[in-house]
């Protein structure tokens, strides 16, 4: 006797977390009072247009896209903190997934974005643009070397600011993986003061987000270093499952 | 106690903000020193097979206020209703189509605008055919998880009846929107998509 055929991971992705996530109406957040949607959403299995996905190769990137110190410097490297930011992107099974397009952003160290709608007065770093990118190794990993932002005011209650934080945007193997999150900083008493971040339900949850700082990753007399590790939706394994055309 | 199982869970969402031009279309906010280019702002090439579409359309929020700082990605499948990038098993996709666009909304009109082509026919799980559609996904401040929805073809009556997803609608005056009428601009077929966040209007999002 053999067994029905291995398990293969080609199955629909795992449902989303929904109380995992922050909900899309958060008040403490204004905007988002005019722009969360309060119908229910429509819950459907997967199907092939949410388990396809854009691949994007090695070859597009340019030699500094992942170097936010040298890749819009003029004259001189950016100032601030000198930082490696570093993980791995892994899903909900602790798989890597190689080949993952992760874009980043974030303001300079004074908190300040280069950026038209930007106002806060904090001053421009000429040799400072403010985004990178990276495509995961086959181990699923990720590297990048900037400066630690700063904190910044912002116009939602009348003295809100935001923690330091990197943006991120991933695409991982298929569009139900597309995600955007922020990474925080370990020991940042403002996260847990934050509107935005409080919008997420449990700490256990936000805790996920908070970058540890890594010291054996660090450069010495150079460069510390923080790792940050980017969850994204498991996937099935399709035994015993008839396998239908499109699953 | 019982074994545990060792899932991990998914990093949680967190909003793409105001600034998500920065990381995403640098070029377009005149960041031009860091990318060649844009990804996903890159035209549909010339080559790609099908017939040359317009999708077009405006986020509006809860007051009725379009969006001006939204950015809009679509993913489809190709003419013959094959997904180029990964996941696709059923054949090989036009080589010259990508598939994915992407594009920031402009910052006084809030209007989108893809050149794209028409897709055609994906099977649903079971295998029956579902009807031509786009997939939409739409981050801007103010939103804390992207939005998922899907663009559907008004001159598609007759697939449109039989999708299995707008089956699945409750409220059959909801489906009206997700279905893009065709209209011309020059010539070229537009497809005119807006999509309401809140109110009487408000586009079904998914949750998929």
């Given at each position: 006797?053999?067994?029905?055929?291995?398990?293969?991971?080609?199955g629909?992705?795992?449902?989303r977390?929904?109380?995992?996530?922050?909900?899309?109406?958060?008040?403490?957040?204004?905007?988002?009072?005019?722009?969360?949607?309060?119908?229910?959403?429509?819950?459907l299995?997967?199907t092939?247009s949410?388990?396809?996905?854009?691949?994007f190769?090695?070859?597009?990137?340019?030699e500094?896209?992942n170097?936010?110190?040298r890749n819009?410097a003029?004259?001189?490297d950016?100032?601030g903190?000198?930082i490696?930011?570093?993980?791995?992107?892994?899903?909900e099974?602790?798989?890597?997934?190689?080949g993952?397009?992760?874009?980043?952003?974030?303001?300079?160290?004074?908190?300040?974005?280069?950026?038209k709608?930007?106002?806060?007065?904090?001053?421009?770093?000429?040799?400072?643009?403010?985004?990178?990118?990276?495509?995961?190794?086959?181990?699923?990993?990720?590297?990048?070397?900037?400066?630690?932002?700063?904190?910044?005011?912002?116009?939602?209650?009348?003295?809100d600011w935001?923690?330091?934080?990197?943006?991120?945007?991933?695409?991982?193997?298929?569009?139900?993986?597309?995600?955007i999150?922020?990474?925080?900083?370990?020991?940042?008493?403002?996260i847990?003061?934050?509107?935005?971040v409080?919008?997420?339900?449990?700490?256990?949850?936000?805790?996920?987000?908070?970058?540890a700082?890594?010291r054996?990753?660090t450069?010495?007399?150079?460069?510390?270093?923080?790792?940050?590790?980017?969850?994204?939706?498991?996937r099935?394994?399709?035994?015993f499952?008839?396998r239908m055309?499109?699953? | 106690?019982?074994?545990?199982?060792?899932?991990?869970?998914?990093?949680?969402?967190?909003?793409?903000?105001?600034?998500?031009?920065?990381?995403?279309?640098?070029?377009?906010?005149?960041?031009?020193?860091?990318?060649?280019?844009?990804?996903?702002?890159?035209?549909?090439?010339?080559?790609?097979?099908?017939e040359?579409?317009?999708?077009t359309?405006?986020?509006?929020?809860?007051?009725?206020?379009?969006?001006?700082?939204?950015?809009?990605?679509?993913?489809?499948?190709?003419?013959?209703?094959?997904?180029p990038?990964?996941?696709?098993?059923?054949?090989?996709?036009?080589?010259?189509f990508?598939?994915?666009?992407?594009?920031?909304?402009?910052?006084?009109?809030?209007?989108?605008?893809?050149?794209?082509i028409?897709?055609?026919?994906?099977?649903?799980?079971?295998?029956?055919?579902?009807?031509p559609?786009?997939?939409f996904?739409?981050?801007?401040?103010?939103?804390?998880?992207?939005?998922q929805?899907?663009?559907?073809?008004?001159d598609?009556?007759?697939?449109?009846?039989?999708?299995?997803?707008?089956?699945?609608?409750?409220l059959k005056?909801?489906?009206?929107?997700l279905?893009?009428?065709?209209?011309?601009?020059?010539?070229?077929p537009?497809?005119?998509?807006?999509?309401?966040?809140?109110?009487?209007?408000e586009?079904i999002?998914?949750?998929?």
């Amino acid at each position: 006797m053999r067994n029905a055929p291995a398990p293969n991971h080609n199955g629909g992705f795992y449902q989303r977390d929904r109380a995992w996530h922050p909900p899309a109406f958060t008040p403490n957040y204004k905007t988002s009072v005019l722009r969360s949607p309060k119908h229910a959403l429509l819950s459907l299995n997967n199907t092939l247009s949410e388990m396809t996905g854009p691949v994007f190769g090695h070859a597009m990137l340019g030699e500094l896209d992942n170097d936010l110190i040298r890749n819009y410097a003029t004259t001189g490297d950016a100032i601030g903190p000198r930082i490696i930011v570093h993980g791995r992107v892994l899903d909900e099974d602790g798989r890597p997934v190689p080949g993952a397009l992760l874009e980043y952003w974030q303001a300079n160290a004074g908190g300040r974005y280069r950026h038209k709608k930007e106002s806060y007065l904090a001053a421009i770093d000429p040799n400072f643009g403010g985004c990178g990118r990276s495509i995961t190794d086959e181990e699923g990993r990720y590297w990048f070397r900037t400066i630690k932002p700063g904190a910044y005011p912002w116009p939602n209650g009348v003295n809100d600011w935001r923690p330091a934080h990197i943006h991120f945007s991933i695409f991982g193997h298929a569009f139900a993986q597309r995600l955007i999150t922020q990474m925080y900083f370990e020991g940042d008493p403002m996260i847990w003061q934050c509107p935005i971040v409080m919008g997420i339900p449990s700490k256990e949850a936000v805790e996920t987000l908070i970058a540890a700082l890594d010291r054996e990753a660090t450069i010495p007399m150079d460069t510390l270093a923080y790792k940050f590790d980017i969850v994204l939706r498991g996937r099935r394994s399709t035994m015993f499952e008839n396998r239908m055309e499109g699953n | 106690m019982v074994q545990s199982l060792n899932r991990l869970k998914e990093s949680p969402s967190q909003t793409a903000g105001p600034y998500v031009h920065i990381g995403t279309t640098p070029n377009f906010i005149g960041i031009n020193s860091v990318y060649p280019d844009d990804l996903g702002l890159r035209p549909c090439p010339a080559e790609a097979k099908g017939e040359r579409i317009i999708i077009t359309g405006q986020i509006f929020d809860g007051s009725g206020a379009v969006l001006r700082d939204a950015l809009v990605e679509i993913w489809q499948a190709d003419a013959a209703g094959l997904y180029p990038g990964r996941g696709e098993y059923r054949g090989a996709a036009d080589p010259n189509f990508p598939g994915w666009f992407r594009q920031p909304v402009d910052g006084v009109t809030g209007v989108y605008r893809f050149e794209t082509i028409k897709p055609g026919q994906v099977p649903y799980v079971d295998g029956r055919k579902m009807a031509p559609h786009v997939t939409f996904w739409i981050v801007a401040r103010g939103i804390n998880i992207g939005l998922q929805t899907r663009l559907y073809f008004g001159d598609e009556q007759a697939s449109n009846e039989t999708d299995p997803l707008l089956a699945r609608v409750e409220l059959k005056t909801r489906v009206a929107t997700l279905i893009a009428e065709r209209g011309e601009e020059n010539g070229v077929p537009c497809y005119k998509f807006d999509i309401h966040l809140q109110g009487d209007k408000e586009t079904i999002f998914l949750d998929i």
